[in-house]
């Protein structure tokens, strides 16, 4: 079982956060901040496992994290998910997200909090890993999103052009913040299909 | 209308959205808290508008808060309004704010239920999805027990993408409702070998999911699962199910050797590092599994100790730390094999990844031996010193006295080394575990009596050097050792060299700021050390000397009186008195030095940590027994007294007890102890003097550490103490080396040693401890009991999903179906009311009706299940049984088989190998074949057919239950419920009130009418549905031709003409229940409505529109609800003389009278009040509230009924129901 997955950037702030066991906001925000301590204080080129998160569950749980560029992505899973299985995972979500969000950025993530959800939810459910396929999961999103425009049909059109012109007049849109390293292939986890 | 959509989008597009929420928070980084107080306001007005577009994205913004740590529970039912809209775009936004703040104690998710339901029967499978995703996340018991059947339902979807999400969701609500387990099972079992993958993928998930809390049950799969790992070729499926048999193998050794084969193979083949990992663990699983007595899988071992050292010497972080996992793992059971790969773990340690130190450390655990220990532990130090960051270091710390006190400091074979390396590490600065190392010299000290003359000298030490080393000592928790150091001195005095000094040491105005616990025990120790300098000088006849000591302590005390801390203070002057008396007394000359000494007299023993948990009850003693008369309810006077007498008697007990138990206990101990000692090599006998002991150890002479003993200063510049040991203890060994050698020539017999040396190389056992060790087993009391109970949680969720799936359903498990909440409790109360009764037939022949066609479902899927696991078996083994038995069937029945175990122990049991290659068409070799293995292995073979043919004897007697079901099933009966018996002695055949609707060929209607208890006037009529076409049955309405009197409830809006859908579909044979409510004005007449359904059939060709006619019947029973009445409230109704009376008497009766009462009381709503002989007064109550009482008496096949009820007409339309029932069904 997965028991949390979390995504925060170089200075802790969250991104996303997903917990598949119940725990009040502040437990949570603690949770995060001690993952973030955890995590951050670690080289680039040591192992992506952590063991003894103290908040989430007991010794039988492990972190596993993947640090790209500005982002961490960190999932806690116990004793029943294959380590490098999950390294693989946390691979797959990424691609996914590049591919749905055309070379995703932070910047991605921090605003639209929800399709980054929604992707998640084609991947894991309830703590348990429902699909491992980027082509499945994208065509499912895909068609998610094709009728999510098709009811907002006519309304929605103006909401679209108002937001066009609010993210116009914003200097800090540009994407430049790319996750450069996005698409990194670790040689050792090949055969997941 | 358009146009007006339009225009509230261009109202609503200047509202804040989640971008501008986003970009808002940060554009206010200094004043975050105030401007997101702001946004809330803002959302809260959001939400008081109508538009469900507004409040969405109210609820996104809300999710996006509640990530930053903010509570948004307040806003849970807009959520569930949101949940609730018909456009996707919310319903999503709905249910992701809702799986990211709902949780079983939010008050208002019981209103999702139905909203819920409705999701999942959606038409369009998104909204499904959407549902499945959120439930997955909120599941209460009470959302998994009502919406169990739908998703069961869901688990036939025609699409995949349904299909995957309703398999997984199941293991959330086995969780939450452990009933759903068995029932869902089968199917989800069939799952495991669906044509898509992703949903396959998801049962094999939650299969080991379950699997890997309660293996046991799961055995019986491991065919399946074996069957699944030879042939798919999804690594994550591949992972997933050789984690599984991990778990399964230990409990099933034969299971893993024929996993042994094909994990070997995979190992060689794949290049997944993933999978080849979860092989390697596997692997070893069964190997540890194994481990007795199969001695030849040491080239596995091999192979997994060979790719484990490549994944460690692989530069990628993340194999090298998995390697070293998977090795701790074989260290349990196979240490030598990993033993040899100490360098490469060795070198871990310098990795400069934490965590793969830490790994290292772990396995260096493992790996320790009386050879190596000294050595390990000296690169331990080394990097202790080397460490920087304080947590790492403690790490080491902790395992340096893990490693060293490991079973029963098993390993050392040096003390004093063990004691300076103690001392060492108390250089420690800023450690937390001063009360580690503090524990570890206590242990020693008392348990290790050899050692206590050196343990004494460095304690000594330390508390000279602690004063001044006590400043820096108090921050970092070091001081902890201290308390030890004293403790350790005072008890054993007797070996200090310079007591006065260690007083003088102990008595330092410093100490006083140590902090309280630790002084406590200085004063303490103090005192003991002083009593024995006393005895010393009076001895000696030394009274100047003892009187001067006297003197100090008199002197130096009022220090400690003063202090701050309550013990410290209480001690100090208690003691301070003692010796101001003492004083008085040498000044007289009395001898003092014996009386004194009996203050601190007797020796301590180590007691083992659950020694008092273990104390067994004596015989004859009753803890839940009074030992005084119960307590009346008297005053508070009375009670004081009484707990005295349970005092005073209690000490007594005690102090009867307690000499005896002692010297029994001591009794056993040496026993025990000499039986140890004797097996161990290890031991030598102890003389009884312990001092003496270690002077006269053997071999002392070649040792030189007794130079250094306490003469030698102990810090040589440059060298640390333990390593002048480890050097010390490598001549040692060369010396007993020699000395052995020398013994042999010349069998010179030498005393001190008793071992025999003969012919074995020097290995650990060669090692012989350097002192005469006397390690003092921990005391337990008598008769302590070996179990360990005491770890088990007796709050573990899983522990409820531990359910044998092996049985057959029987009759009353099945998933609920769908019910209102307001009809529930009517079951309850009649259940209760008829409890002298027949309770249990009734309840189950209840639900046993709803799920009948289910049920035989099951049972079908169950047999061909069956049928595909025996070919599965035939399959492996291709044993040639089936020809060559005749069936002696008697044998068989007698002995009843569970049916897949023996499955599984058919396939697991060892085949021959060779029978494979003359399969069955050969039937003349088959033939000549068994008498061969029959002469070899009779009563195996024997064995097997017999299973082989029970089963297939259990499939036919199967196959003709279903038929036999199939035919009774007009007469509603099902021969199990039976069983379930009343507490009459005679069992009462099933009954049920679900009468037939109508029925065609693609639909059959069943139905139940009860009241409803809160609503007067209301009744529920419960239909259910079975599908019996080929087809998928869609769209079903359900409408009614509304009377007068009687209507159909409808949703608010709907015209009368207008249906009500039914809230599901129906994939082929598949059964379900919908309940409508309808009121009714007058419930005195019985009444019959006419109705149609209407439904879509899809089969294969196309779809259809069809239609189905029925006429409900509302009998004026079902205006009853069974209500249950005292005698004394049964008779008061009567006599208030308002009720009318009416009778029948109905004729040619031949039922036993328990049987009557109980039709009367299921068929009609009844209880029984009272019951004479062949009389009895029953009552019942309608739902508006008319009493209606009976008298039924029995005669010679003949009944009379007397009725009495507050309307007549109700009372008389009663009558014949009931008459009508009597007649027709007996």
Redesign the interface.
């Known amino acids: ?1 997965i028991k949390a997955i979390l995504i925060f950037n170089n200075h802790g702030k ?1 991104r ?3 917990f ?1 066991e ?1 725990y ?3 437990t ?2 603690q949770i995060i901040r001690e993952t973030f301590h955890l995590v951050s204080k ?2 680039e ?7 003894g998160g103290m908040l989430i569950g007991g010794a039988d749980n492990k972190l596993i994290y993947r640090h790209y560029a500005t982002l961490y992505f960190v999932f806690c899973v116990d004793s ?1 998910e ?4 999950i ?2 995972l946390i691979q797959v979500f990424v691609e996914t997200l590049d591919k749905c969000f055309e070379n995703v950025c932070e910047l991605d993530l ?5 399709k980054v ?2 992707i998640l ?1 084609e991947m894991v ?9 980027m082509n ?1 999961i994208v065509t ?1 999103i895909d ?2 999103n094709k ?2 425009k098709s ?2 049909g ?3 059109a ?2 679209r052009a ?2 066009a012109v ?2 116009m007049n ?1 200097p ?1 849109m540009p994407r430049n913040i790319n996750i450069g390293d996005i698409s990194i292939k670790v040689p ?6 | 209308m358009a146009l007006k959509i339009v225009k509230g989008s261009i109202d609503r597009m200047f509202d804040k959205n989640l971008q501008d929420l986003v970009r808002g928070i940060r554009n206010h980084k200094e004043d975050e808290a105030k401007y997101i107080s702001q946004c809330i306001d803002e959302i809260k007005q959001e939400l008081k508008q109508d538009n469900i577009a507004v409040k969405a994205n109210a609820v996104i913004k809300l999710a996006y808060l509640q990530m930053l740590g903010y509570d948004i529970s307040w806003a849970a039912f807009n959520i569930i309004e949101v949940m609730s809209s018909s456009k996707f775009t919310f319903k999503r936004i709905g249910y992701l704010t809702a799986s990211q703040c709902f949780y079983e104690g939010t008050d208002v998710i019981m209103l999702t239920t139905n909203q819920i339901r409705k999701d999942l029967s959606s038409p369009n499978q998104y909204d499904t999805g959407v549902a499945l995703t959120g439930l997955s996340c909120f599941v209460t018991p009470d959302l998994a027990r009502d919406l169990a059947n739908d998703i069961m339902t869901l688990m036939s979807h025609t699409k995949p993408y349904i299909r995957k999400k309703a398999v997984l969701i199941m293991y959330k609500v086995f969780l939450k409702y452990p009933e759903s387990l068995r029932p869902a099972f089968p199917r989800l079992k069939e799952k495991l070998e669906d044509p898509d993958s992703g949903v396959q993928s998801a049962a094999v998930n939650v299969i080991c999911e379950l699997a890997r809390r309660n293996p046991k049950n799961y055995l019986s799969l491991a065919p399946l699962f074996f069957k699944l790992m030879t042939s798919s070729t999804n690594n994550w499926v591949l992972i997933k199910i050789i984690k599984l048999f991990g778990a399964l193998t230990p409990l099933e050794p034969r299971l893993g050797k024929k996993l042994i084969e094909p994990l070997t193979n995979l190992i060689h083949s794949t290049s997944a590092m993933s999978l080849l990992y979860e092989c390697v663990n596997t692997v070893i699983a069964v190997l540890i599994s194994l481990s007795t007595g199969m001695p030849n899988h040491s080239a596995s071992i091999q192979l997994c100790v060979q790719k484990l050292r490549i994944l460690i010497e692989d530069s990628d972080q993340n194999l090298k730390y998995l390697g070293l996992l998977a090795m701790s793992k074989i260290l349990k059971t196979h240490p030598k094999s990993v033993q040899s790969h100490k360098d490469l773990i060795l070198q871990c340690l310098d990795d400069k990844d934490e965590s793969i130190r830490l790994r290292a450390l772990d396995l260096l655990y493992g790996m320790v031996s009386k050879k190596n220990l000294m050595e390990i532990v000296k690169k331990l130090m080394i990097h202790v010193d080397k460490a920087e960051g304080t947590t790492y270091r403690d790490e080491l710390l902790t395992k340096i006295i893990d490693i060293c006190s490991q079973s029963n400091y098993q390993y050392i074979t040096n003390f004093e080394w063990y004691i300076s390396i103690l001392v060492e590490l108390t250089r420690l600065e800023g450690t937390r575990h001063g009360h580690l190392i503090a524990a570890q010299m206590l242990d020693v000290a008392i348990r290790v009596k050899a050692i206590r003359a050196f343990a004494v000298s460095q304690m000594a030490m330390l508390l000279d050097n602690g004063h001044l080393l006590a400043g820096n000592m108090q921050r970092n928790g070091i001081c902890e050792v201290l308390y030890a150091a004293a403790w350790i001195c005072g008890e054993f005095s007797e070996y200090l060299q310079e007591p006065n000094q260690t007083l003088e040491a102990m008595l330092k105005s410093k100490v006083t700021t140590l902090p309280g616990h630790i002084q406590a025990v200085y004063v303490q120790n103090a005192a003991k050390l002083y009593a024995s300098v006393l005895q010393q000088n009076e001895q000696a006849g030394n009274k100047e000397a003892a009187q001067e000591i006297t003197q100090m302590l008199i002197d130096k005390l009022p220090q400690f009186v003063q202090n701050a801390d309550l013990e410290v203070q209480e001690r100090a002057s208690c003691i301070l008195q003692l010796i101001k008396y003492i004083q008085k007394l040498q000044a007289k000359d009395v001898p003092v030095a014996e009386e004194v000494m009996a203050l601190f007299s007797g020796e301590l023993n180590p007691v083992a940590p659950k020694a008092q948990k273990k104390v067994p009850l004596p015989d004859g003693l009753d803890l839940d027994a009074w030992i005084n008369d119960a307590p009346s309810e008297s005053s508070s006077d009375d009670e004081s007294p009484k707990k005295m007498i349970f005092h005073e008697e209690e000490q007594r007990n005690v102090r009867h007890r307690q000499p005896e138990l002692d010297e029994d206990e001591l009794a056993r101990r040496r026993e025990v102890r000499k039986k140890e000692q004797a097996n161990n090599p290890f031991y030598i006998k102890s003389s009884p003097s312990s001092q003496k002991n270690y002077q006269d150890a053997s071999g002392v002479d070649h040792i030189p550490v007794v130079q250094i003993d306490l003469t030698v200063p102990l810090r040589v510049p440059g060298m640390p103490l333990s390593d002048q040991y480890l050097k010390l203890e490598e001549e040692r060994r060369q010396q007993q080396k020699q000395d052995r050698l020398k013994k042999k020539k010349k069998q010179k017999k030498d005393k001190g040693k008793r071992r025999h040396d003969s012919l074995h190389t020097e290995s650990d056992e060669d090692i012989t401890p350097i002192h005469h060790v006397d390690i003092i087993t921990e005391e337990m009391p008598e008769n302590a009991l070996p179990s360990d109970d005491d770890d088990k949680d007796p709050n573990d969720p899983y522990k409820a999903l531990d359910i044998d799936l092996d049985k057959p359903l029987t009759d009353n498990e099945k998933l609920p179906v769908r019910t209102h909440r307001v009809t529930e409790k009517a079951p309850e109360v009649e259940a209760a009311s008829i409890e002298d009764k027949s309770k249990k037939p009734k309840k189950a022949k209840k639900e046993k009706d709803k799920k009948k066609e289910k049920e035989k479902k099951k049972s079908k899927d169950k047999i061909s299940k069956k049928q595909k696991s025996a070919e599965n078996a035939e399959h492996v083994h291709a044993a040639p049984e089936e020809e060559t038995v005749t069936p002696t069937s008697k044998a068989e029945e007698s002995e009843k088989p569970t049916g897949e175990a023996s499955d599984l122990d058919f396939w697991l049991s060892p085949a021959p190998v060779q029978s494979k290659s003359q399969s069955e068409p050969h039937s003349n070799e088959v033939a000549s074949e068994p008498e061969e293995t029959l002469k070899e292995n009779k009563k195996e073979e024997d064995a097997k057919s017999l299973k082989h043919k029970k089963k297939k004897h259990k499939e036919k007697s199967k196959e003709e239950k279903k038929s036999k079901k199939k035919k009774h099933h007009s007469e509603e009966e099902a021969p199990e419920s039976v069983q379930n018996g009343s507490l009459d002695d005679e069992p009462l055949p099933p009954m049920s009130n679900y009468c037939l609707l109508a029925e065609d060929s693609y639909v059959k209607m069943m139905y139940d009418i009860q009241g409803n208890l809160q609503d007067g006037s209301q009744v529920v009529v419960s239909v259910i549905f079975q599908n019996q076409s080929n087809g998928y049955l869609k769209s079903m309405e359900f409408n009614v031709l509304d009377s007068l009197n009687t209507k159909l409830v409808r949703p608010e809006g709907s015209s009368i003409h207008d249906g009500i859908s039914v809230p599901f579909q129906l994939p082929p044979e598949v059964s379900n229940e919908a309940r409508f409510v309808f009121t009714v004005e007058s419930i005195i007449m019985p009444q019959k409505l006419k109705g149609t359904l209407t439904f879509i059939v899809k089969t294969d060709d196309g779809s259809s529109h069809e239609k189905l006619d029925f006429k409900l019947h509302f009998t004026c029973t079902s205006y009853m609800i069974t209500t249950p009445c005292y005698s004394d409230a049964f008779a008061k109704l009567l006599e208030s003389g308002e009720l009318k009376m009416c009778s029948i008497k109905v004729d040619g009766i031949n039922i036993s009278f328990q049987l009557l009462l109980a039709k009367i009381c299921f068929h009609h709503h009844f209880s029984v009040v009272e019951r004479i002989n062949s009389c009895a007064s029953m009552y019942s109550r309608s739902i508006q509230g008319h009493h209606m009482c009976l008298l039924v008496k029995m005669g010679d096949s003949s009944v009379s009924v007397d009725g009495k009820c507050s309307d007549s007409s109700l009372l008389g339309n009663l009558l014949d129901e009931l008459k009508q029932t009597l007649t027709e069904k007996c």
């Open positions: 079982m969250p996303l956060s997903k598949y119940r009040s906001e502040d949570q925000q670690r080289d080129n040591v192992c992506n496992f952590l063991e029943s294959s380590e490098l299985g390294l693989d921090i605003f639209h909090v929800d959800h929604n939810a459910m309830g703590g348990m890993v429902l699909e491992t396929n499945e499912q068609a998610q009728m999510e009811e907002a006519l309304a929605g103006p909401a108002v937001s609010k993210n914003l800090e050792n986890l090949p055969s997941f299909k």
